[in-house]
Nanobody, 126 residues
Framework: QVQLVESGGGSVQAGGSLRLSCARSGTSYRPYCMGWFRQAPGKEREGVATIRTDGYASYADSVKGRFTISQDNAENTLYLQMNMLKPEDTAMYYC????????????????????WGQGTQVTVSS
């Protein structure tokens, strides 16, 4: 069983930055892929950024050039550095772990992930 706990959310003004963290525990097994997703009120959960065990990272077009995903394997922690935040980035952000290998194109799908954190709220004001 994998436990994921997010932290680092908050309220910032447009143009500001936040760094989200996700602490992973419950197993020494490294998931095939870790991802950050977000869900705004009334909208579906969407993939933001993913990173595989080989370090390959992918980003949604809406955050490319502004967000950076990284992981510290020694500390079992996943990060999301968010810069140049926009009001449309406002959402609950979730950390997720995929234990099974899958196609790269599937890594932004909710169904590819087996474990989820409870989320951390990010609010960006204009």
């Amino acid at each position: 069983q994998v436990q994921l706990v997010e932290s680092g959310g908050g309220s910032v003004q447009a143009g500001g930055s936040l760094r989200l963290s996700c602490a992973r525990s419950g197993t020494s097994y490294r998931p095939y892929c870790m991802g950050w997703f977000r869900q705004a009120p009334g909208k579906e959960r969407e993939g933001v950024a993913t990173i595989r065990t080989d370090g390959y990272a992918s980003y949604a077009d809406s955050v490319k050039g502004r967000f950076t995903i990284s992981q510290d394997n020694a500390e079992n922690t996943l990060y999301l550095q968010m810069n140049m935040l926009k009001p449309e980035d406002t959402a609950m952000y979730y950390c997720a772990a995929a234990t099974r290998p899958t196609y790269t194109s599937y890594l932004f799908l909710v169904g590819a992930y087996d474990y989820w954190g409870q989320g951390t709220q990010v609010t960006v004001s204009s």
